[in-house]
């Protein structure tokens, strides 16, 4: 059975740092990613990882912020995020994608952690 198991959110004021963590069983996977979705807006990939040989991606608005990172004996990925500010406030999922598949559209979802970054 696949669960991806999210902690680590919480509020904290613009400035401040938090760190996510998700662990993965049941599968094997090819990426883990973290999305995170704000009242009223699109879910948006945030970070991502690609398992075999450690790449990262991110997305603009998070670069030199947020840093994602695996524990592979842990089956862990970690999103640290420095210098948080209000407009990153959401709800965060982590998700992950079996081979085969593409990681833009993961098949595994957590069941998200929220974030609140108060000005």
């Known amino acids: 059975q696949v669960q991806l198991v999210e902690s680590g959110g919480g509020s904290v004021q613009a400035g401040g740092s938090l760190r996510l963590s998700c662990t993965a069983s049941?599968?094997?996977?090819?990426?883990m990613a973290w999305f995170r979705q704000a009242p009223g807006k699109e879910r948006e990939r945030v970070a991502v990882v690609y398992l075999g040989g450690g790449s990262t991606a991110y997305a603009d608005s998070v670069k030199g912020r947020f840093t994602i990172s695996r524990d592979s004996a842990k089956n862990t990925v970690y999103l640290q995020m420095n210098s948080l500010k209000p407009e990153d406030t959401g709800m965060y999922y982590c998700?992950?994608?079996?081979?085969?598949?593409?990681?833009?559209?993961?098949?595994?979802w957590g069941q998200g952690t929220q974030v609140t970054v108060s000005s």
């Open positions: 049941g599968s094997r996977y090819v990426c």
């Open positions: 998700a992950a994608t079996p081979p085969g598949r593409t990681c833009n559209s993961p098949n595994y």
